[in-house]
């Protein structure tokens, strides 16, 4: 088994930028690739970034692509989502995710999942 909780969400102005955390504990991590995934209000859970065990290979939706940077330490079993340039639509539940299977991370089935931190963006 696998926990991961999330932190470092808040409230933040349009523009500006926010770092999420998301800590993973009960058994190895370095084997896991790592996503975080939104879920905006009556809106669909969707896909933001992911990133392999190794950190080499990453991931990102389009529509944040130069905005948020992912990245991990496996040595502190954590993986962050430095966010920048916050837009209003960025406002969701941020949840991290793991899985061993990179497609089935991305495919948005992971084997793990935390249970959210907000991110709410003012304008």
């Known amino acids: 088994q696998v926990q991961l909780v999330e932190s470092g969400g808040g409230l933040v102005q349009v523009g500006g930028s926010l770092s999420l955390s998301c800590a993973a504990s009960?058994?190895?991590?370095?084997?896991?690739?790592m996503g975080w995934f939104r879920q905006a209000p009556g809106k669909e859970r969707e896909f933001v970034a992911a990133?392999?065990?190794?950190?080499?290979?990453?991931d990102y939706t389009n529509s944040v692509k130069g905005r948020f940077t992912i990245s991990r330490d496996n040595a502190k079993n954590t993986v962050d989502l430095q966010m920048r340039s916050l837009r209003p639509e960025d406002t969701a539940v941020y949840l991290c995710?793991?899985?061993?299977?990179?497609?089935?991370?991305?495919?948005?089935?992971?084997?793990?999942w935390g249970q959210g931190t907000q991110v709410t963006v003012s304008s």
């Open positions: 009960g058994r190895s991590f370095d084997r896991f690739a």
């Open positions: 990133i392999t065990w190794t950190g080499l290979s990453k």
């Open positions: 995710a793991a899985d061993q299977n990179w497609s089935r991370l991305r495919d948005q089935d992971p084997g793990f």
